[in-house]
């Protein structure tokens, strides 16, 4: 997964060690990780990243208790 073109959120700043990163494979399967720990990715299709997002956005997230 190393070899993938990992791409940073608009919103980090310099070489901040906390970071999403974002990488798409070659036939479009979505990869996440967390730039402190590289080596754990997280993989889905385009549509549930999209369904992710979008209720993240409208802060269906902002509230979530364990």
Avoid: Y
Avoid at 10 to 20: L, M
Avoid at 28 to 50: K, M, N, Q
């Amino acid at each position: 997964m190393s070899s993938l073109p990992w791409r940073k959120s608009s919103f980090s700043t310099g070489d901040a060690p906390n970071c999403v990163e974002l990488a798409a494979d070659s036939v479009g399967t979505s990869h996440l990780r967390e730039s402190d720990d590289p080596e754990v990715v997280i993989s889905t299709t385009p549509a549930a990243l999209r369904a992710f997002l979008r209720a993240a956005k409208a802060g269906e997230f902002d509230r979530l208790e364990g």
